[in-house]
């Protein structure tokens, strides 16, 4: 990886020193996550200036990566409008991820697979007391995961989860310790091999 570049005027050569990146992305991220890999992503928009002034490499995805992230899908003709929900716009979803990939000159971003799990409409079955089963299915193979919390908006990075980390098809997520006849909000995950990611609008459901 060469992590120089070279600018030639007046005569002069300099070399100025890039932020170092360790490797290729492979998690996608939204506002509210961190992690090394958060801080990948930011060394690379630090690269130019008109996508992202500040630079900060922080490992936390805020709002100035956000907007760095918006001005690199609309640079890129990936997305240019709507919200990380709807279009992804300001998300690193599995496009942009591929585009920064080739751009960091790992691999080509076109074979890869970069389409996210479509995912079936849900059931939701309280068969037990402080109990509760999410199930649904899945296009290719994934593990699924259930985000919920007793208010909404919540930080998916952050809530209170459930999880099946088998590959399959069939997915199906057991909540338990639910405070009786409380209303829930949850969000679906589902996140195929290559870390393709599908989050769904949240929904609720009332525990006995």
Do not use: H
């Not at 030639?8 to 290729?24: E, K, N």
């Not at 405070?179 to 006995?208: A, C, H, M, Q």
Request: one cysteine or more; charged letters at 15%; hydrophobic letters at 35%.
């Amino acid at each position: 990886m060469n992590n120089v570049k070279s600018f030639f005027t007046a005569g002069i050569l300099t070399l100025i020193a890039l932020p170092f990146i360790a490797g290729a992305l492979s998690m996608q991220f939204e506002l509210g996550d961190q992690g090394t890999e958060v801080s990948d992503l930011q060394a690379f928009l630090a690269r130019d200036s008109s996508i992202y002034p500040e630079g900060l490499v922080t490992g936390y995805f805020g709002p100035l990566t956000q907007a760095a992230v918006e001005r690199y899908q609309c640079r890129e003709n990936i997305v240019c409008s709507g919200d990380t929900a709807s279009t992804g716009y300001g998300r690193l979803g599995p496009t942009t991820m591929a585009r920064i990939n080739t751009a960091l000159g790992f691999g080509t971003g076109g074979s890869a697979d970069a389409s996210a799990p479509i995912v079936s409409a849900e059931t939701v079955t309280t068969p037990a007391t402080r109990t509760a089963v999410v199930a649904w299915t899945t296009n290719e193979e994934a593990t699924s995961r259930v985000m919920y919390n007793t208010s909404w908006p919540f930080l998916y990075s952050g809530a209170p989860s459930a999880s099946d980390t088998n590959y399959d098809y069939v997915q199906s997520v057991t909540i338990g310790n639910l405070t009786p006849n409380t209303l829930y909000y949850y969000v679906r995950e589902s996140i195929d091999p290559s870390g393709n990611v599908t989050w769904t609008s949240p929904k609720t459901f009332v525990s006995w």
